[in-house]
T-cell receptor
Framework: EDKVVQSPLSLVVHEGDTVTLNCSYEVTNFRSLLWYKQEKKAPTFLFMLTSSGIEKKSGRLSSILDKKELFSILNITATQTGDSAVYLCAVGNAGGTSYGKLTFGQGTILTVHP | KAGVTQTPRYLIKTRGQQVTLSCSPISGHRSVSWYQQTPGQGLQFLFEYFSETQRNKGNFPGRFSGRQFSNSRSEMNVSTLELGDSALYLC???????????????FGQGTRLTVV
């Protein structure tokens, strides 16, 4: 059975801190690893990683994938209160007639205090 | 470019009734997937459609069904509603089989279904 595990499940930090969120996975027919931010309703797309060792960056957020060790990390530097959200890791797998099933981790609840 | 549109946003139904939810993907996206999100189970895959065909189905009972139309819009139906079906139902839109970006999915705002 496909499995995605995130850690920690929750994290409380102060503005300006740097945080690292972890995601490990065991899936068949790995295609990609995706990170989403969910504040109220819709998960918002952050990154999609398909190649090992290549860091993706967007402002204060960055992520890297290790396909050998089957994990990914999401880093957020200089955190702000607006970063408070649930961060979801998902693995995309494709095989047979399926192109894009996503298997999600439980999410990490990040709370940033002023 | 318009995002993924789901309707309705909120729905209250009684046990035993049925419900239909709608999803319009991003223009140019041809693949639609549905997910159920609950506090206890997180986000769980329901089904995936491309080219009006169901490509994959998650571990949900047969009461959950869906379809996709020729314009890529999709609907999902839940019959004989149970209290446990109360959840946020999310639709994800992606390009389809285009290589490495086929799993790059963007979500709609969701439909909050409450079964009483």
């Amino acid at each position: 059975e496909d499995k995605v595990v995130q850690s920690p499940l929750s994290l409380v930090v102060h503005e300006g801190d740097t945080v690292t969120l972890n995601c490990s996975y065991e899936v068949t027919n790995f295609r990609s690893l995706l990170w989403y931010k969910q504040e109220k309703k819709a998960p918002t797309f952050l990154f999609m990683l398909t190649s090992s060792g290549i860091e993706k960056k967007s402002g204060r957020l960055s992520s890297i994938l290790d396909k050998k060790e089957l994990f990914s990390i999401l880093n957020i530097t200089a955190t702000q209160t607006g970063d408070s959200a649930v961060y979801l890791c998902a693995v995309g797998n494709a095989g047979g007639t399926s192109y894009g099933k996503l298997t999600f981790g439980q999410g990490t609840i990040l709370t940033v205090h002023p | 470019k318009a995002g993924v549109t789901q309707t309705p946003r909120y729905l209250i139904k009684t046990r035993g009734q049925q419900v239909t939810l709608s999803c319009s993907p991003i223009s140019g996206h041809r693949s639609v997937s549905w997910y159920q999100q609950t506090p206890g189970q997180g986000l769980q895959f329901l089904f995936e459609y491309f080219s009006e065909t169901q490509r994959n189905k998650g571990n949900f009972p047969g009461r959950f069904s869906g379809r996709q139309f020729s314009n890529s819009r999709s609907e999902m139906n839940v019959s004989t509603l149970e209290l446990g079906d109360s959840a946020l139902y999310l639709c994800a839109s992606s390009l389809g089989p285009v290589g490495p970006r086929d799993t790059e999915a963007f979500f709609g705002q969701g439909t909050r279904l409450t079964v009483v």
